[in-house]
């Protein structure tokens, strides 16, 4: 049986209590901020929970950078608002240690038929369906990702 991977959201959910684990921001909200705060922004802040009556809490790492979120608070919230997150104003927290997170992964670029068809091809004589499945996405995903790297 094949399962969708978790989010943290689901991960950390589950082992929370309720109310706590209601206030954690969703992927949706996270991305939205990437974008309403800007990368430089994003890079050096991170949303941490979601409070009633739309306070975004944000670890920020740095009072240069917290000073620099202050004055963009309310354009941030405008924009979230926008995107359909209900933010009112933001609560901004220290933390020093605060590491960047990574840049969003790249999409891959897609197969052509040709390059579908050598992958198939190259499975076509394992009789396991599951093994033959599994080794044509890994397949595909190696092509992905070489093309990407061509790039």
């Known amino acids: 049986m094949k399962r969708d991977p978790l989010s943290l959201k689901q991960v950390l959910g589950a082992a929370l209590p309720g109310p706590l684990a209601q206030r954690l921001p969703s992927a949706e909200l996270l991305a939205a901020w990437r974008v309403a705060a ?30 620099e979120l202050a004055l963009a608070g309310p ?17 901004l927290v220290s933390a020093p240690s605060l590491k960047p997170p990574p840049p969003p992964p790249q999409p891959q670029p897609e197969l052509n038929a040709q390059e579908e ?21 890994l397949g595909r995903a190696c092509r992905r990702a070489n093309k990407a790297a061509d790039k």
């Open 117 to 137: 068809s050598e992958v198939d091809a190259a499975v076509a004589g394992i009789k396991d369906p599951e093994l033959r499945e599994a080794l044509a996405s």
């Open 75 to 91: 354009q941030i919230c405008e924009r979230l608002s926008q995107a359909g997150h209900a933010v009112q104003r933001l609560k």
């Open 38 to 67: 800007g990368e430089g922004l994003a890079r050096r802040a991170l949303p941490v929970s979601l409070e009633k009556g739309g306070i975004l809490v944000v670890a920020v790492g740095g009072s240069a950078w917290k000073q």
